[in-house]
């Protein structure tokens, strides 16, 4: 089974930047992360889960939400075994956890991903 594990969260001024990286755990040999495409979500205490951004296996289908359209970058690296989150410009309503997903489609929705991480917290706060 795919185990995922999100890191690079931390605390950040507004206007700051952030890297998380959502890798395959070592714990689960011969499952890569190119075999399958990679969502970020996040959510926020009292909302709900959201997604971020999404990469499809080929790399060909990239998807942002709205919100950071312009300031995130999602990106992977075969080689590595990890897929990226680059996020710039941060603002407060950034805040939250973020979660990686693996699953078959590209797609901000939760529904369609089948393995989760732990999460990583993000604040973004003077």
């Known amino acids: 089974q795919l185990q995922l594990v999100e890191s690079g969260g931390g605390l950040v001024q507004p206007g700051g930047s952030l890297r998380l990286s959502c890798a395959a755990s070592r714990a689960a040999p011969g499952f890569t992360l190119d075999y399958y495409a990679i969502g970020w979500f996040r959510q926020a205490p009292g909302k709900e889960r959201e997604g971020v951004s999404c990469i499809s296996r080929d790399n060909d289908d990239i998807v942002y939400a709205d919100s950071v359209k312009g300031r995130f970058t999602i990106s992977r690296d075969n080689a590595e075994n990890t897929v990226y989150l680059q996020m710039n410009s941060l603002k407060p309503e950034d805040t939250a956890v973020y979660f990686c997903?693996?699953?078959?489609?590209?797609?901000?929705?939760?529904?369609?991903?089948?393995?989760w991480g732990q999460g990583t917290q993000v604040t973004v706060s003077s």
């Open positions: 997903a693996a699953g078959p489609i590209s797609i901000l929705e939760a529904a369609p991903y089948d393995y």
